[in-house]
């Protein structure tokens, strides 16, 4: 057996050509754009590339786009500050917080300063507890990027048997509650977990979100099952001084057994960004009191 390669990059090229076809709607009925506003702070290379990137695709959606860039050194007060003025702004439907923050900073006060209804990441305590309780909110756009895999790939996912391993607040904890709104059996599993390998392999889908680089082996995957491999992790390439993109599944081994597997890179990490793009839309229409439109 040779697994189907889910394709997230072009999953995600689709997902993003619906919101450009969804855009010209809202601005008519609202009389603006959706706006999504990222504040960076500091210098961070990998954090830099990424707000370019979530900056260039916004634009290219029809929406605007607000780039707020602070330096490393500036007081939390003054970070702050900045979300309170952009909870207010009309304009901005999502606000981002590029983590991670420096050091002097703490992450979760600056989240929870988010308006929990512009909260497109999904991180704020409200958010999680919505998802917690089935009520409308934002989920983190890793996770839900998974589960709309999933979706197309396997339709109804009633009454499959679920394992996520991982435990994370981003990605682990709100996987598994969207895997339980659509009724499959869910275990969180983890690095610490007794018999993982025996845990995983009763699974009919696995989401891998430890980072571990390849550690979910080929003998740990049942026949036939999907496979959703969240993790990027870089590692040491055949060549002396170069290195490599590598997910927490073995995936060339884990390709044989498997029924359906995301490469890395290629697979779940495209999504992320589309979501993104998603939750803003879908906060444009709830802020304005339309109903959004229905796009994955």
Not at 50 to 66: D, L, N, P
Not at 160 to 173: D, E, F, P, Q, T
Not at 248 to 261: L, P
Request: charged residues 20%.
């Amino acid at each position: 057996m040779t697994a189907d390669i889910i394709d997230g990059k072009a999953f995600a090229a689709g997902l993003r050509a619906r919101m450009a076809a969804a855009v010209p709607d809202f601005v008519a009925r609202a009389g603006r754009k959706p706006g999504l506003a990222v504040v960076l702070v500091g210098e961070d290379p990998a954090s830099q590339v990424y707000v370019r990137s979530k900056g260039k695709m916004t634009v290219e959606v029809g929406m605007a786009s607000f780039e707020h860039k602070l330096d490393a050194g500036v007081p939390e007060e003054q970070l702050l500050a900045l979300v309170r003025e952009l909870n207010a702004d009309r304009q901005v439907d999502g606000i981002l917080v590029q983590l991670p923050l420096p050091k002097h900073m703490d992450e979760a006060a600056v989240i929870a300063a988010i308006d929990p209804d512009k909260d497109v990441d999904g991180f704020h305590v409200v958010n999680a507890g919505r998802l917690a309780v089935g009520a409308e909110g934002f989920v983190p756009c890793t996770p839900l990027g998974c589960l709309m895999l999933l979706k197309d790939r396997l339709g109804d996912l009633a009454g499959l048997n679920a394992v996520v391993i991982g435990r994370s607040n981003i990605v682990g904890k709100p996987m598994a509650q969207l895997l339980l709104r659509e009724s499959c059996t869910v275990t969180i599993a983890h690095s610490r977990t007794q018999n993982l390998d025996a845990v995983v392999k009763s699974a009919d889908i696995v989401v891998a979100a430890v980072g571990r680089p390849e550690m979910v082996k080929a003998d740990w995957i049942k026949p036939g099952a999907t496979v959703i491999d969240v993790g990027i992790n870089r590692v040491p390439g055949t060549e002396p001084g170069k290195t490599k993109l590598v997910g927490d599944v073995a995936y060339e081994e884990a390709a044989e057994v498997a029924g359906a597997i995301t490469p890395v890179p290629g697979g779940v990490g495209p999504m992320t960004i589309a979501v993104l793009l998603r939750n803003t839309l879908v906060a444009a229409y709830r802020r304005e009191g339309l109903p959004p439109p229905e796009l994955a």
